[in-house]
């Protein structure tokens, strides 16, 4: 995948990341459109925003309001260890002709204080949680880097609380690079070797442009091998993404930290890793900025490393 941002500064800069798009890091993300201010309640609802693709097949399964996607109880419940009560995740299999789609939906009722605060770092002027994850994917995907595909999202905000909210996504084509790495071997050797640089291209992109995902594991990378590689890759969970203000070589180390964590050594080597960085930051050699990039990823990702044998 061939990135489109700025190629990175041939300065000895210590911090060096790659170079960020000039674009106002202040300006709020549009997050919607059609919502109805309740006369006198100071209520907000969103009751539903559909992308035009597949505002009839929802209608056609009933599932063209934010009532409606609450009721919903016909799918697969994903529930998982340490998920919030508050939150929920199901799996949805729609017909749609001859063919079934399926697509994932996240349910988010009463939020606690710290989601919603947590949620306002992003600066993306959505009052709500699903909102805010439709806010990101709209201008991710304006911006060139693929990931989920938003379906239709709806909110109900009282006196600016959120009350309730509800994303629907397209299921990603392909599966998880987690899932991938789990069943490879020697014999996929040339498959790894060609995701090195289509990953750090997907990641140089993103970062490029300014955003951090800040839960960047194998887990949320897909990976499409019908596709031609650099069209293979795409992002998911955007919900923790932030574009921030300053500090970005921080958040950087984070999100490398994190996939570098996630990558088995038994199948990708140390020197694909450095590969990976030479293609991530455009340089044919490292320089003492780039191994100082190094050191800082290696050391936070042995602190992710004691943090999850902690919590083993």
Not at 49 to 64: C, F, M, P, S, V
Not at 129 to 148: F, H, K, S
Request: aromatic fraction near 8%.
């Amino acid at each position: 995948m061939h990135g489109h941002g700025d190629a990175i500064s041939p300065s000895r800069e210590r911090n060096r990341v790659p170079a960020r798009r000039e674009q106002e890091a202040t300006e709020p993300l549009p997050y919607g459109r059609g919502s109805d201010r309740g006369r006198g309640s100071g209520c907000l609802q969103n009751d539903l925003t559909i992308a035009a693709t597949y505002e009839e097949l929802l209608r056609k399964h009933g599932l063209d309001s934010l009532d409606a996607l609450f009721a919903y109880t016909s799918g697969q419940r994903l529930d998982k260890l340490g998920l919030d009560p508050w939150r929920e995740r199901w799996r949805l299999a729609l017909r749609d002709g001859e063919r079934e789609r399926v697509f994932y939906l996240k349910r988010f009722l009463h939020p606690p204080r710290a989601a919603r605060r947590a949620m306002r770092r992003s600066s993306t002027g959505a009052p709500s949680l699903a909102g805010n994850e439709w806010a990101w994917i709209q201008r991710l995907t304006a911006d060139g880097i693929p990931c989920v595909e938003a379906v239709a999202y709806g909110e109900e905000v009282r006196r600016g609380r959120e009350v309730r909210s509800a994303l629907l996504t397209a299921e990603a084509p392909g599966r998880s690079l987690e899932r991938w790495v789990r069943e490879w071997g020697e014999a996929e050797r040339p498959m790894v070797r060609r995701l090195v640089p289509a990953t750090a291209s997907l990641i140089s992109r993103l970062h490029g442009c300014g955003y951090i995902h800040r839960d960047l594991y194998l887990s949320h990378v897909f990976f499409d091998p019908s596709q031609p590689i650099e069209r293979s890759l795409r992002l998911i969970d955007l919900q923790r993404v932030i574009r921030p203000r300053c500090c970005i070589r921080r958040w950087v180390v984070k999100d490398l930290a994190s996939l570098n964590f996630s990558t088995p050594s038994s199948l990708v080597s140390r020197s694909d890793r450095l590969r990976w960085l030479r293609h991530y930051l455009k340089v044919e050699k490292l320089d003492g900025a780039a191994r100082w990039l190094v050191y800082r990823v290696i050391g936070k990702t042995q602190r992710i490393a004691r943090r999850e044998q902690g919590r083993g």
